[in-house]
């Protein structure tokens, strides 16, 4: 069985965000990348299921800028197989995204694709089900637990207030949730034996598809600064301060 995984350079998320003083958007100056945390989820997940002899090949694909190229090299030391960067340096949309992974699908037919459930970046949790949707393959969203039984993906969800199991026909596309699994980090040799593990890059035009925006960014905003607290000598004075300065009581 192949297993597709999409992964995406994202500003690490130790990073403090600074915005543009234009507000076009957020300034990646100097800026350490690193994987979408979900994404690494997602490969942790691929790996897992190539040891268990669940999987063949683990083929890992990026859609982004030359520099993702550091992403897919990441994934390739902690066990895929193959890598395809989807080079863009245009800066797109959810759709476009899953419109270039649709393509990549089709050349590489896999039975199984793993997305994260969200990109930390845009926090936009579409590509996973708009790629079911133009694929038609049954989605199951939010995987905190997947097993592969009589050829079908059993995938515990992440529900408000639970835990929802489905089984999904294969193909089938999964985006994984925090509690799927706790990633590994990549071995010293395994760094230097995906140096030499293949990186195949292709283009959008390539792929035949178009990337054409349908939604313009008109702004971007720090959230506003917070003022300081004060601290209240007794809890009358703080019954008054709420009652009559924030008039929240
Ligand atoms: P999003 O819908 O943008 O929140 O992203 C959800 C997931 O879609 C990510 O965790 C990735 O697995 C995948 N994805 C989004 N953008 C890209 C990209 N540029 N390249 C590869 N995968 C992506």
Same mark, same amino acid.
């Given at each position: 069985?192949?297993?597709?995984?999409a992964?995406?350079?994202?500003?690490?998320?130790?990073?403090?965000?600074? /915005?543009?003083?234009?507000? #076009? %958007?957020?300034?990646? #100056?100097?800026?350490?990348?690193?994987?979408?945390?979900?994404?690494?989820?997602a490969?942790?997940?691929?790996?897992?299921?190539?040891?268990?002899?669940?999987?063949?090949?683990?083929?890992?694909?990026?859609?982004?800028? +030359?520099?993702? *190229?550091?992403?897919?090299?990441?994934?390739?030391?902690?066990? =895929?197989?193959?890598?395809?960067?989807?080079?863009?340096?245009?800066?797109?949309?959810?759709?476009?995204?899953?419109?270039?992974?649709?393509?990549?699908?089709?050349?590489?037919?896999? *039975?199984?694709v793993i997305l994260g459930? *969200?990109?930390?970046? !845009?926090?936009?949790?579409?590509t996973g089900?708009?790629l079911?949707?133009?694929?038609?393959?049954?989605? %199951?969203?939010?995987?905190?637990?997947?097993?592969?039984?009589?050829?079908?993906?059993?995938?515990?969800?992440?529900?408000?207030?639970?835990? *929802?199991? /489905?089984?999904?026909?294969?193909? =089938?596309?999964?985006t #994984?949730?925090?509690?799927?699994?706790?990633?590994?980090? +990549?071995?010293?040799? $395994?760094?230097?034996?995906?140096?030499?593990?293949?990186?195949?890059?292709?283009?959008?035009?390539?792929?035949?598809?178009?990337?054409? !925006?349908?939604?313009?960014?008109?702004?971007?905003?720090?959230?506003? $600064?917070? !003022?300081? %607290?004060?601290?209240?000598?007794?809890?009358?004075?703080?019954?008054?301060?709420?009652?009559?300065? =924030?008039? /929240?009581?």
């Amino acid at each position: 069985m192949k297993l597709l995984l999409a992964v995406k350079r994202v500003v690490d998320y130790n990073v403090k965000v600074r /915005v543009k003083p234009d507000q #076009t %958007g957020v300034d990646l #100056t100097n800026v350490k990348m690193a994987m979408n945390p979900f994404c690494e989820i997602a490969v942790e997940e691929g790996v897992r299921l190539k040891e268990k002899g669940l999987v063949t090949e683990v083929v890992v694909v990026s859609i982004g800028p +030359a520099a993702a *190229q550091e992403q897919l090299r990441t994934a390739l030391a902690l066990g =895929a197989d193959r890598a395809i960067l989807v080079e863009t340096d245009d800066e797109l949309n959810a759709l476009a995204v899953a419109k270039l992974l649709k393509a990549v699908v089709d050349q590489e037919q896999p *039975q199984l694709v793993i997305l994260g459930k *969200q990109a930390i970046d !845009s926090d936009n949790n579409q590509t996973g089900q708009m790629l079911a949707a133009l694929c038609e393959y049954p989605q %199951g969203t939010f995987a905190s637990k997947i097993a592969i039984a009589a050829g079908k993906a059993i995938v515990t969800r992440e529900v408000d207030g639970g835990l *929802q199991t /489905v089984a999904l026909c294969l193909p =089938a596309i999964i985006t #994984t949730d925090l509690r799927l699994n706790e990633p590994r980090y +990549a071995s010293l040799p $395994n760094i230097m034996k995906a140096k030499k593990k293949p990186l195949q890059t292709i283009t959008p035009e390539v792929l035949g598809v178009s990337i054409r !925006s349908t939604s313009k960014t008109l702004k971007v905003e720090a959230p506003a $600064n917070r !003022s300081a %607290g004060i601290k209240v000598k007794s809890v009358v004075e703080l019954v008054e301060k709420l009652k009559y300065e =924030a008039k /929240v009581i």
